[in-house]
């Protein structure tokens, strides 16, 4: 059976010589690949934090090709510089939520926590890296030998050497912390917390935290211009999105998306040029774009429910938006600012990326 199910992944992944497709096997765990002829456009790796998998899906068809099992609640997912290996934030901890009595909810599974290594190529999790204690979501530093991690329940990042899967040290940050971001020079790091409102900026080659300062409530996510001037940062509970100066680390202004606690702010992504800022806002079910010029929202589009990850075409012409309730996957024509598919993922969609073949 175990041999089956890695058969249709490979296969599903474009591995093996192609037969007349791969289905399900019988009895088999609903996570095993689906297969479809594939396109040579790009993929979409979308991890659910549910069903613990990840969905792949090619972009020029949007088949799902793949779904791969990773292990306890993936979250963050990014690329290394050379787009070759994929790493994914695993966590043994629970799942909490709004609605959840947290005192009944079991105790954390330590042993899951870590980061996934998943070459593109092979399709396929070579390892699981330490990753500190429930690791959220990360960058990858600009060299790709490093990576920078919040561990959400730990009010700490960590910093990991990817060749020996070692955490190098571990500094403290505010509470929850969550989003992460190096510099686009790589230099510096910075890391936002859910609790304190406040960013953390962290010197990676010294191994300190060097600056922290407020920026709104509950921030989760950062977004650097190209030049590195400026930074955006969500505030999620203020429902705006935060502009940060950079060389005096202090709020230049608040852009307002949409009414406090109706219109939530989730993740933030530049353009490659730096010139639109898309921001998706969770309960809101809108992905807004707002123009770097001016800092003013110039339209929006409802994708779905809770849009929460969103990842651009390796072209910039394509939104992708996970959205978590519904499990499935929005694309975004951005010419027209338009849904013109939805794509069904695995159990609470929570990250994205796409990469070219």
């Keep these: 059976m175990i041999q089956a199910k890695a058969a249709c992944t490979l296969l599903a992944l474009g591995l093996l010589v192609p037969s007349t497709g791969c289905s399900r096997v019988q009895g088999s ?37 793949a779904t791969i099992a990773l292990g306890k609640r993936p979250r963050g997912i990014h690329a290394s510089p050379d787009g070759r290996t994929l790493y994914i934030a695993l966590s043994g901890s629970p799942i909490a ?23 593109v190529a092979q399709g ?13 979501n990360f960058d990858v530093s ?10 959400e329940d730990a009010s700490a990042v960590s910093i990991v050497d990817i060749a020996s899967g070692k ?4 500094l403290q940050v505010g509470g929850q912390p969550e989003g992460v971001r190096a510099t686009p020079d790589g230099r510096l790091v910075y890391v936002t917390s859910e609790d304190t409102g406040t960013i953390s900026v962290m010197d990676p080659a010294a191994g300190k935290v060097i600056a922290t300062f407020k920026v709104g409530r509950r921030p989760r996510s ?36 949409g009414e406090p606690g109706v219109v939530k702010p989730m993740a ?34 409802d994708v779905g429910q809770r849009p929460w990850g969103i990842a651009l075409s390796p072209d910039g012409k394509v939104l992708y938006s996970a959205n978590g309730p519904s ?31």
């Design 142 to 151: 600009k060299d790709g030998r490093q990576i920078y991690i919040s561990n």
């Design 327 to 357: 499990n499935d996957v929005s694309v975004v024509q951005l010419a027209t600012n338009t849904v013109t598919k939805r794509i069904k993922a695995g159990k609470g969609p929570w990250g994205i990326v796409a990469i070219a073949r």
């Design 167 to 170: 955490v190098l040290k571990t």
């Design 29 to 65: 765990n609903p996570s095993v690949a689906r297969v479809n002829s594939e396109s040579s456009q790009p993929r979409i790796y979308v991890t659910n934090e549910v069903s613990g998998d990840m969905t792949v899906i090619d972009s020029g068809t949007y088949n799902v090709i």
């Design 124 to 136: 396929k999790l070579l390892r699981i890296i330490a990753g500190g204690s429930d690791p959220e």
């Design 268 to 301: 933030v992504l530049l353009s490659a040029d730096g010139a639109r800022l898309y921001v998706s806002t969770g309960r809101g079910r809108r992905v807004f774009t707002i123009d770097t010029a001016t800092n003013k929202v110039t339209g929006s589009v």
């Design 97 to 119: 939520g709004p609605d959840v009595d947290e005192s009944t909810l079991p105790p954390p599974d330590k042993s899951a926590d870590g980061v996934g290594v998943f070459d």
């Design 222 to 257: 950062i977004a650097f211009l190209p030049d590195g001037s400026r930074a955006y940062v969500n505030a999620e509970n203020d429902g705006n999105v935060v502009v940060v100066d950079t060389k005096q680390r202090r709020m230049l202004q608040a852009i307002s998306v």
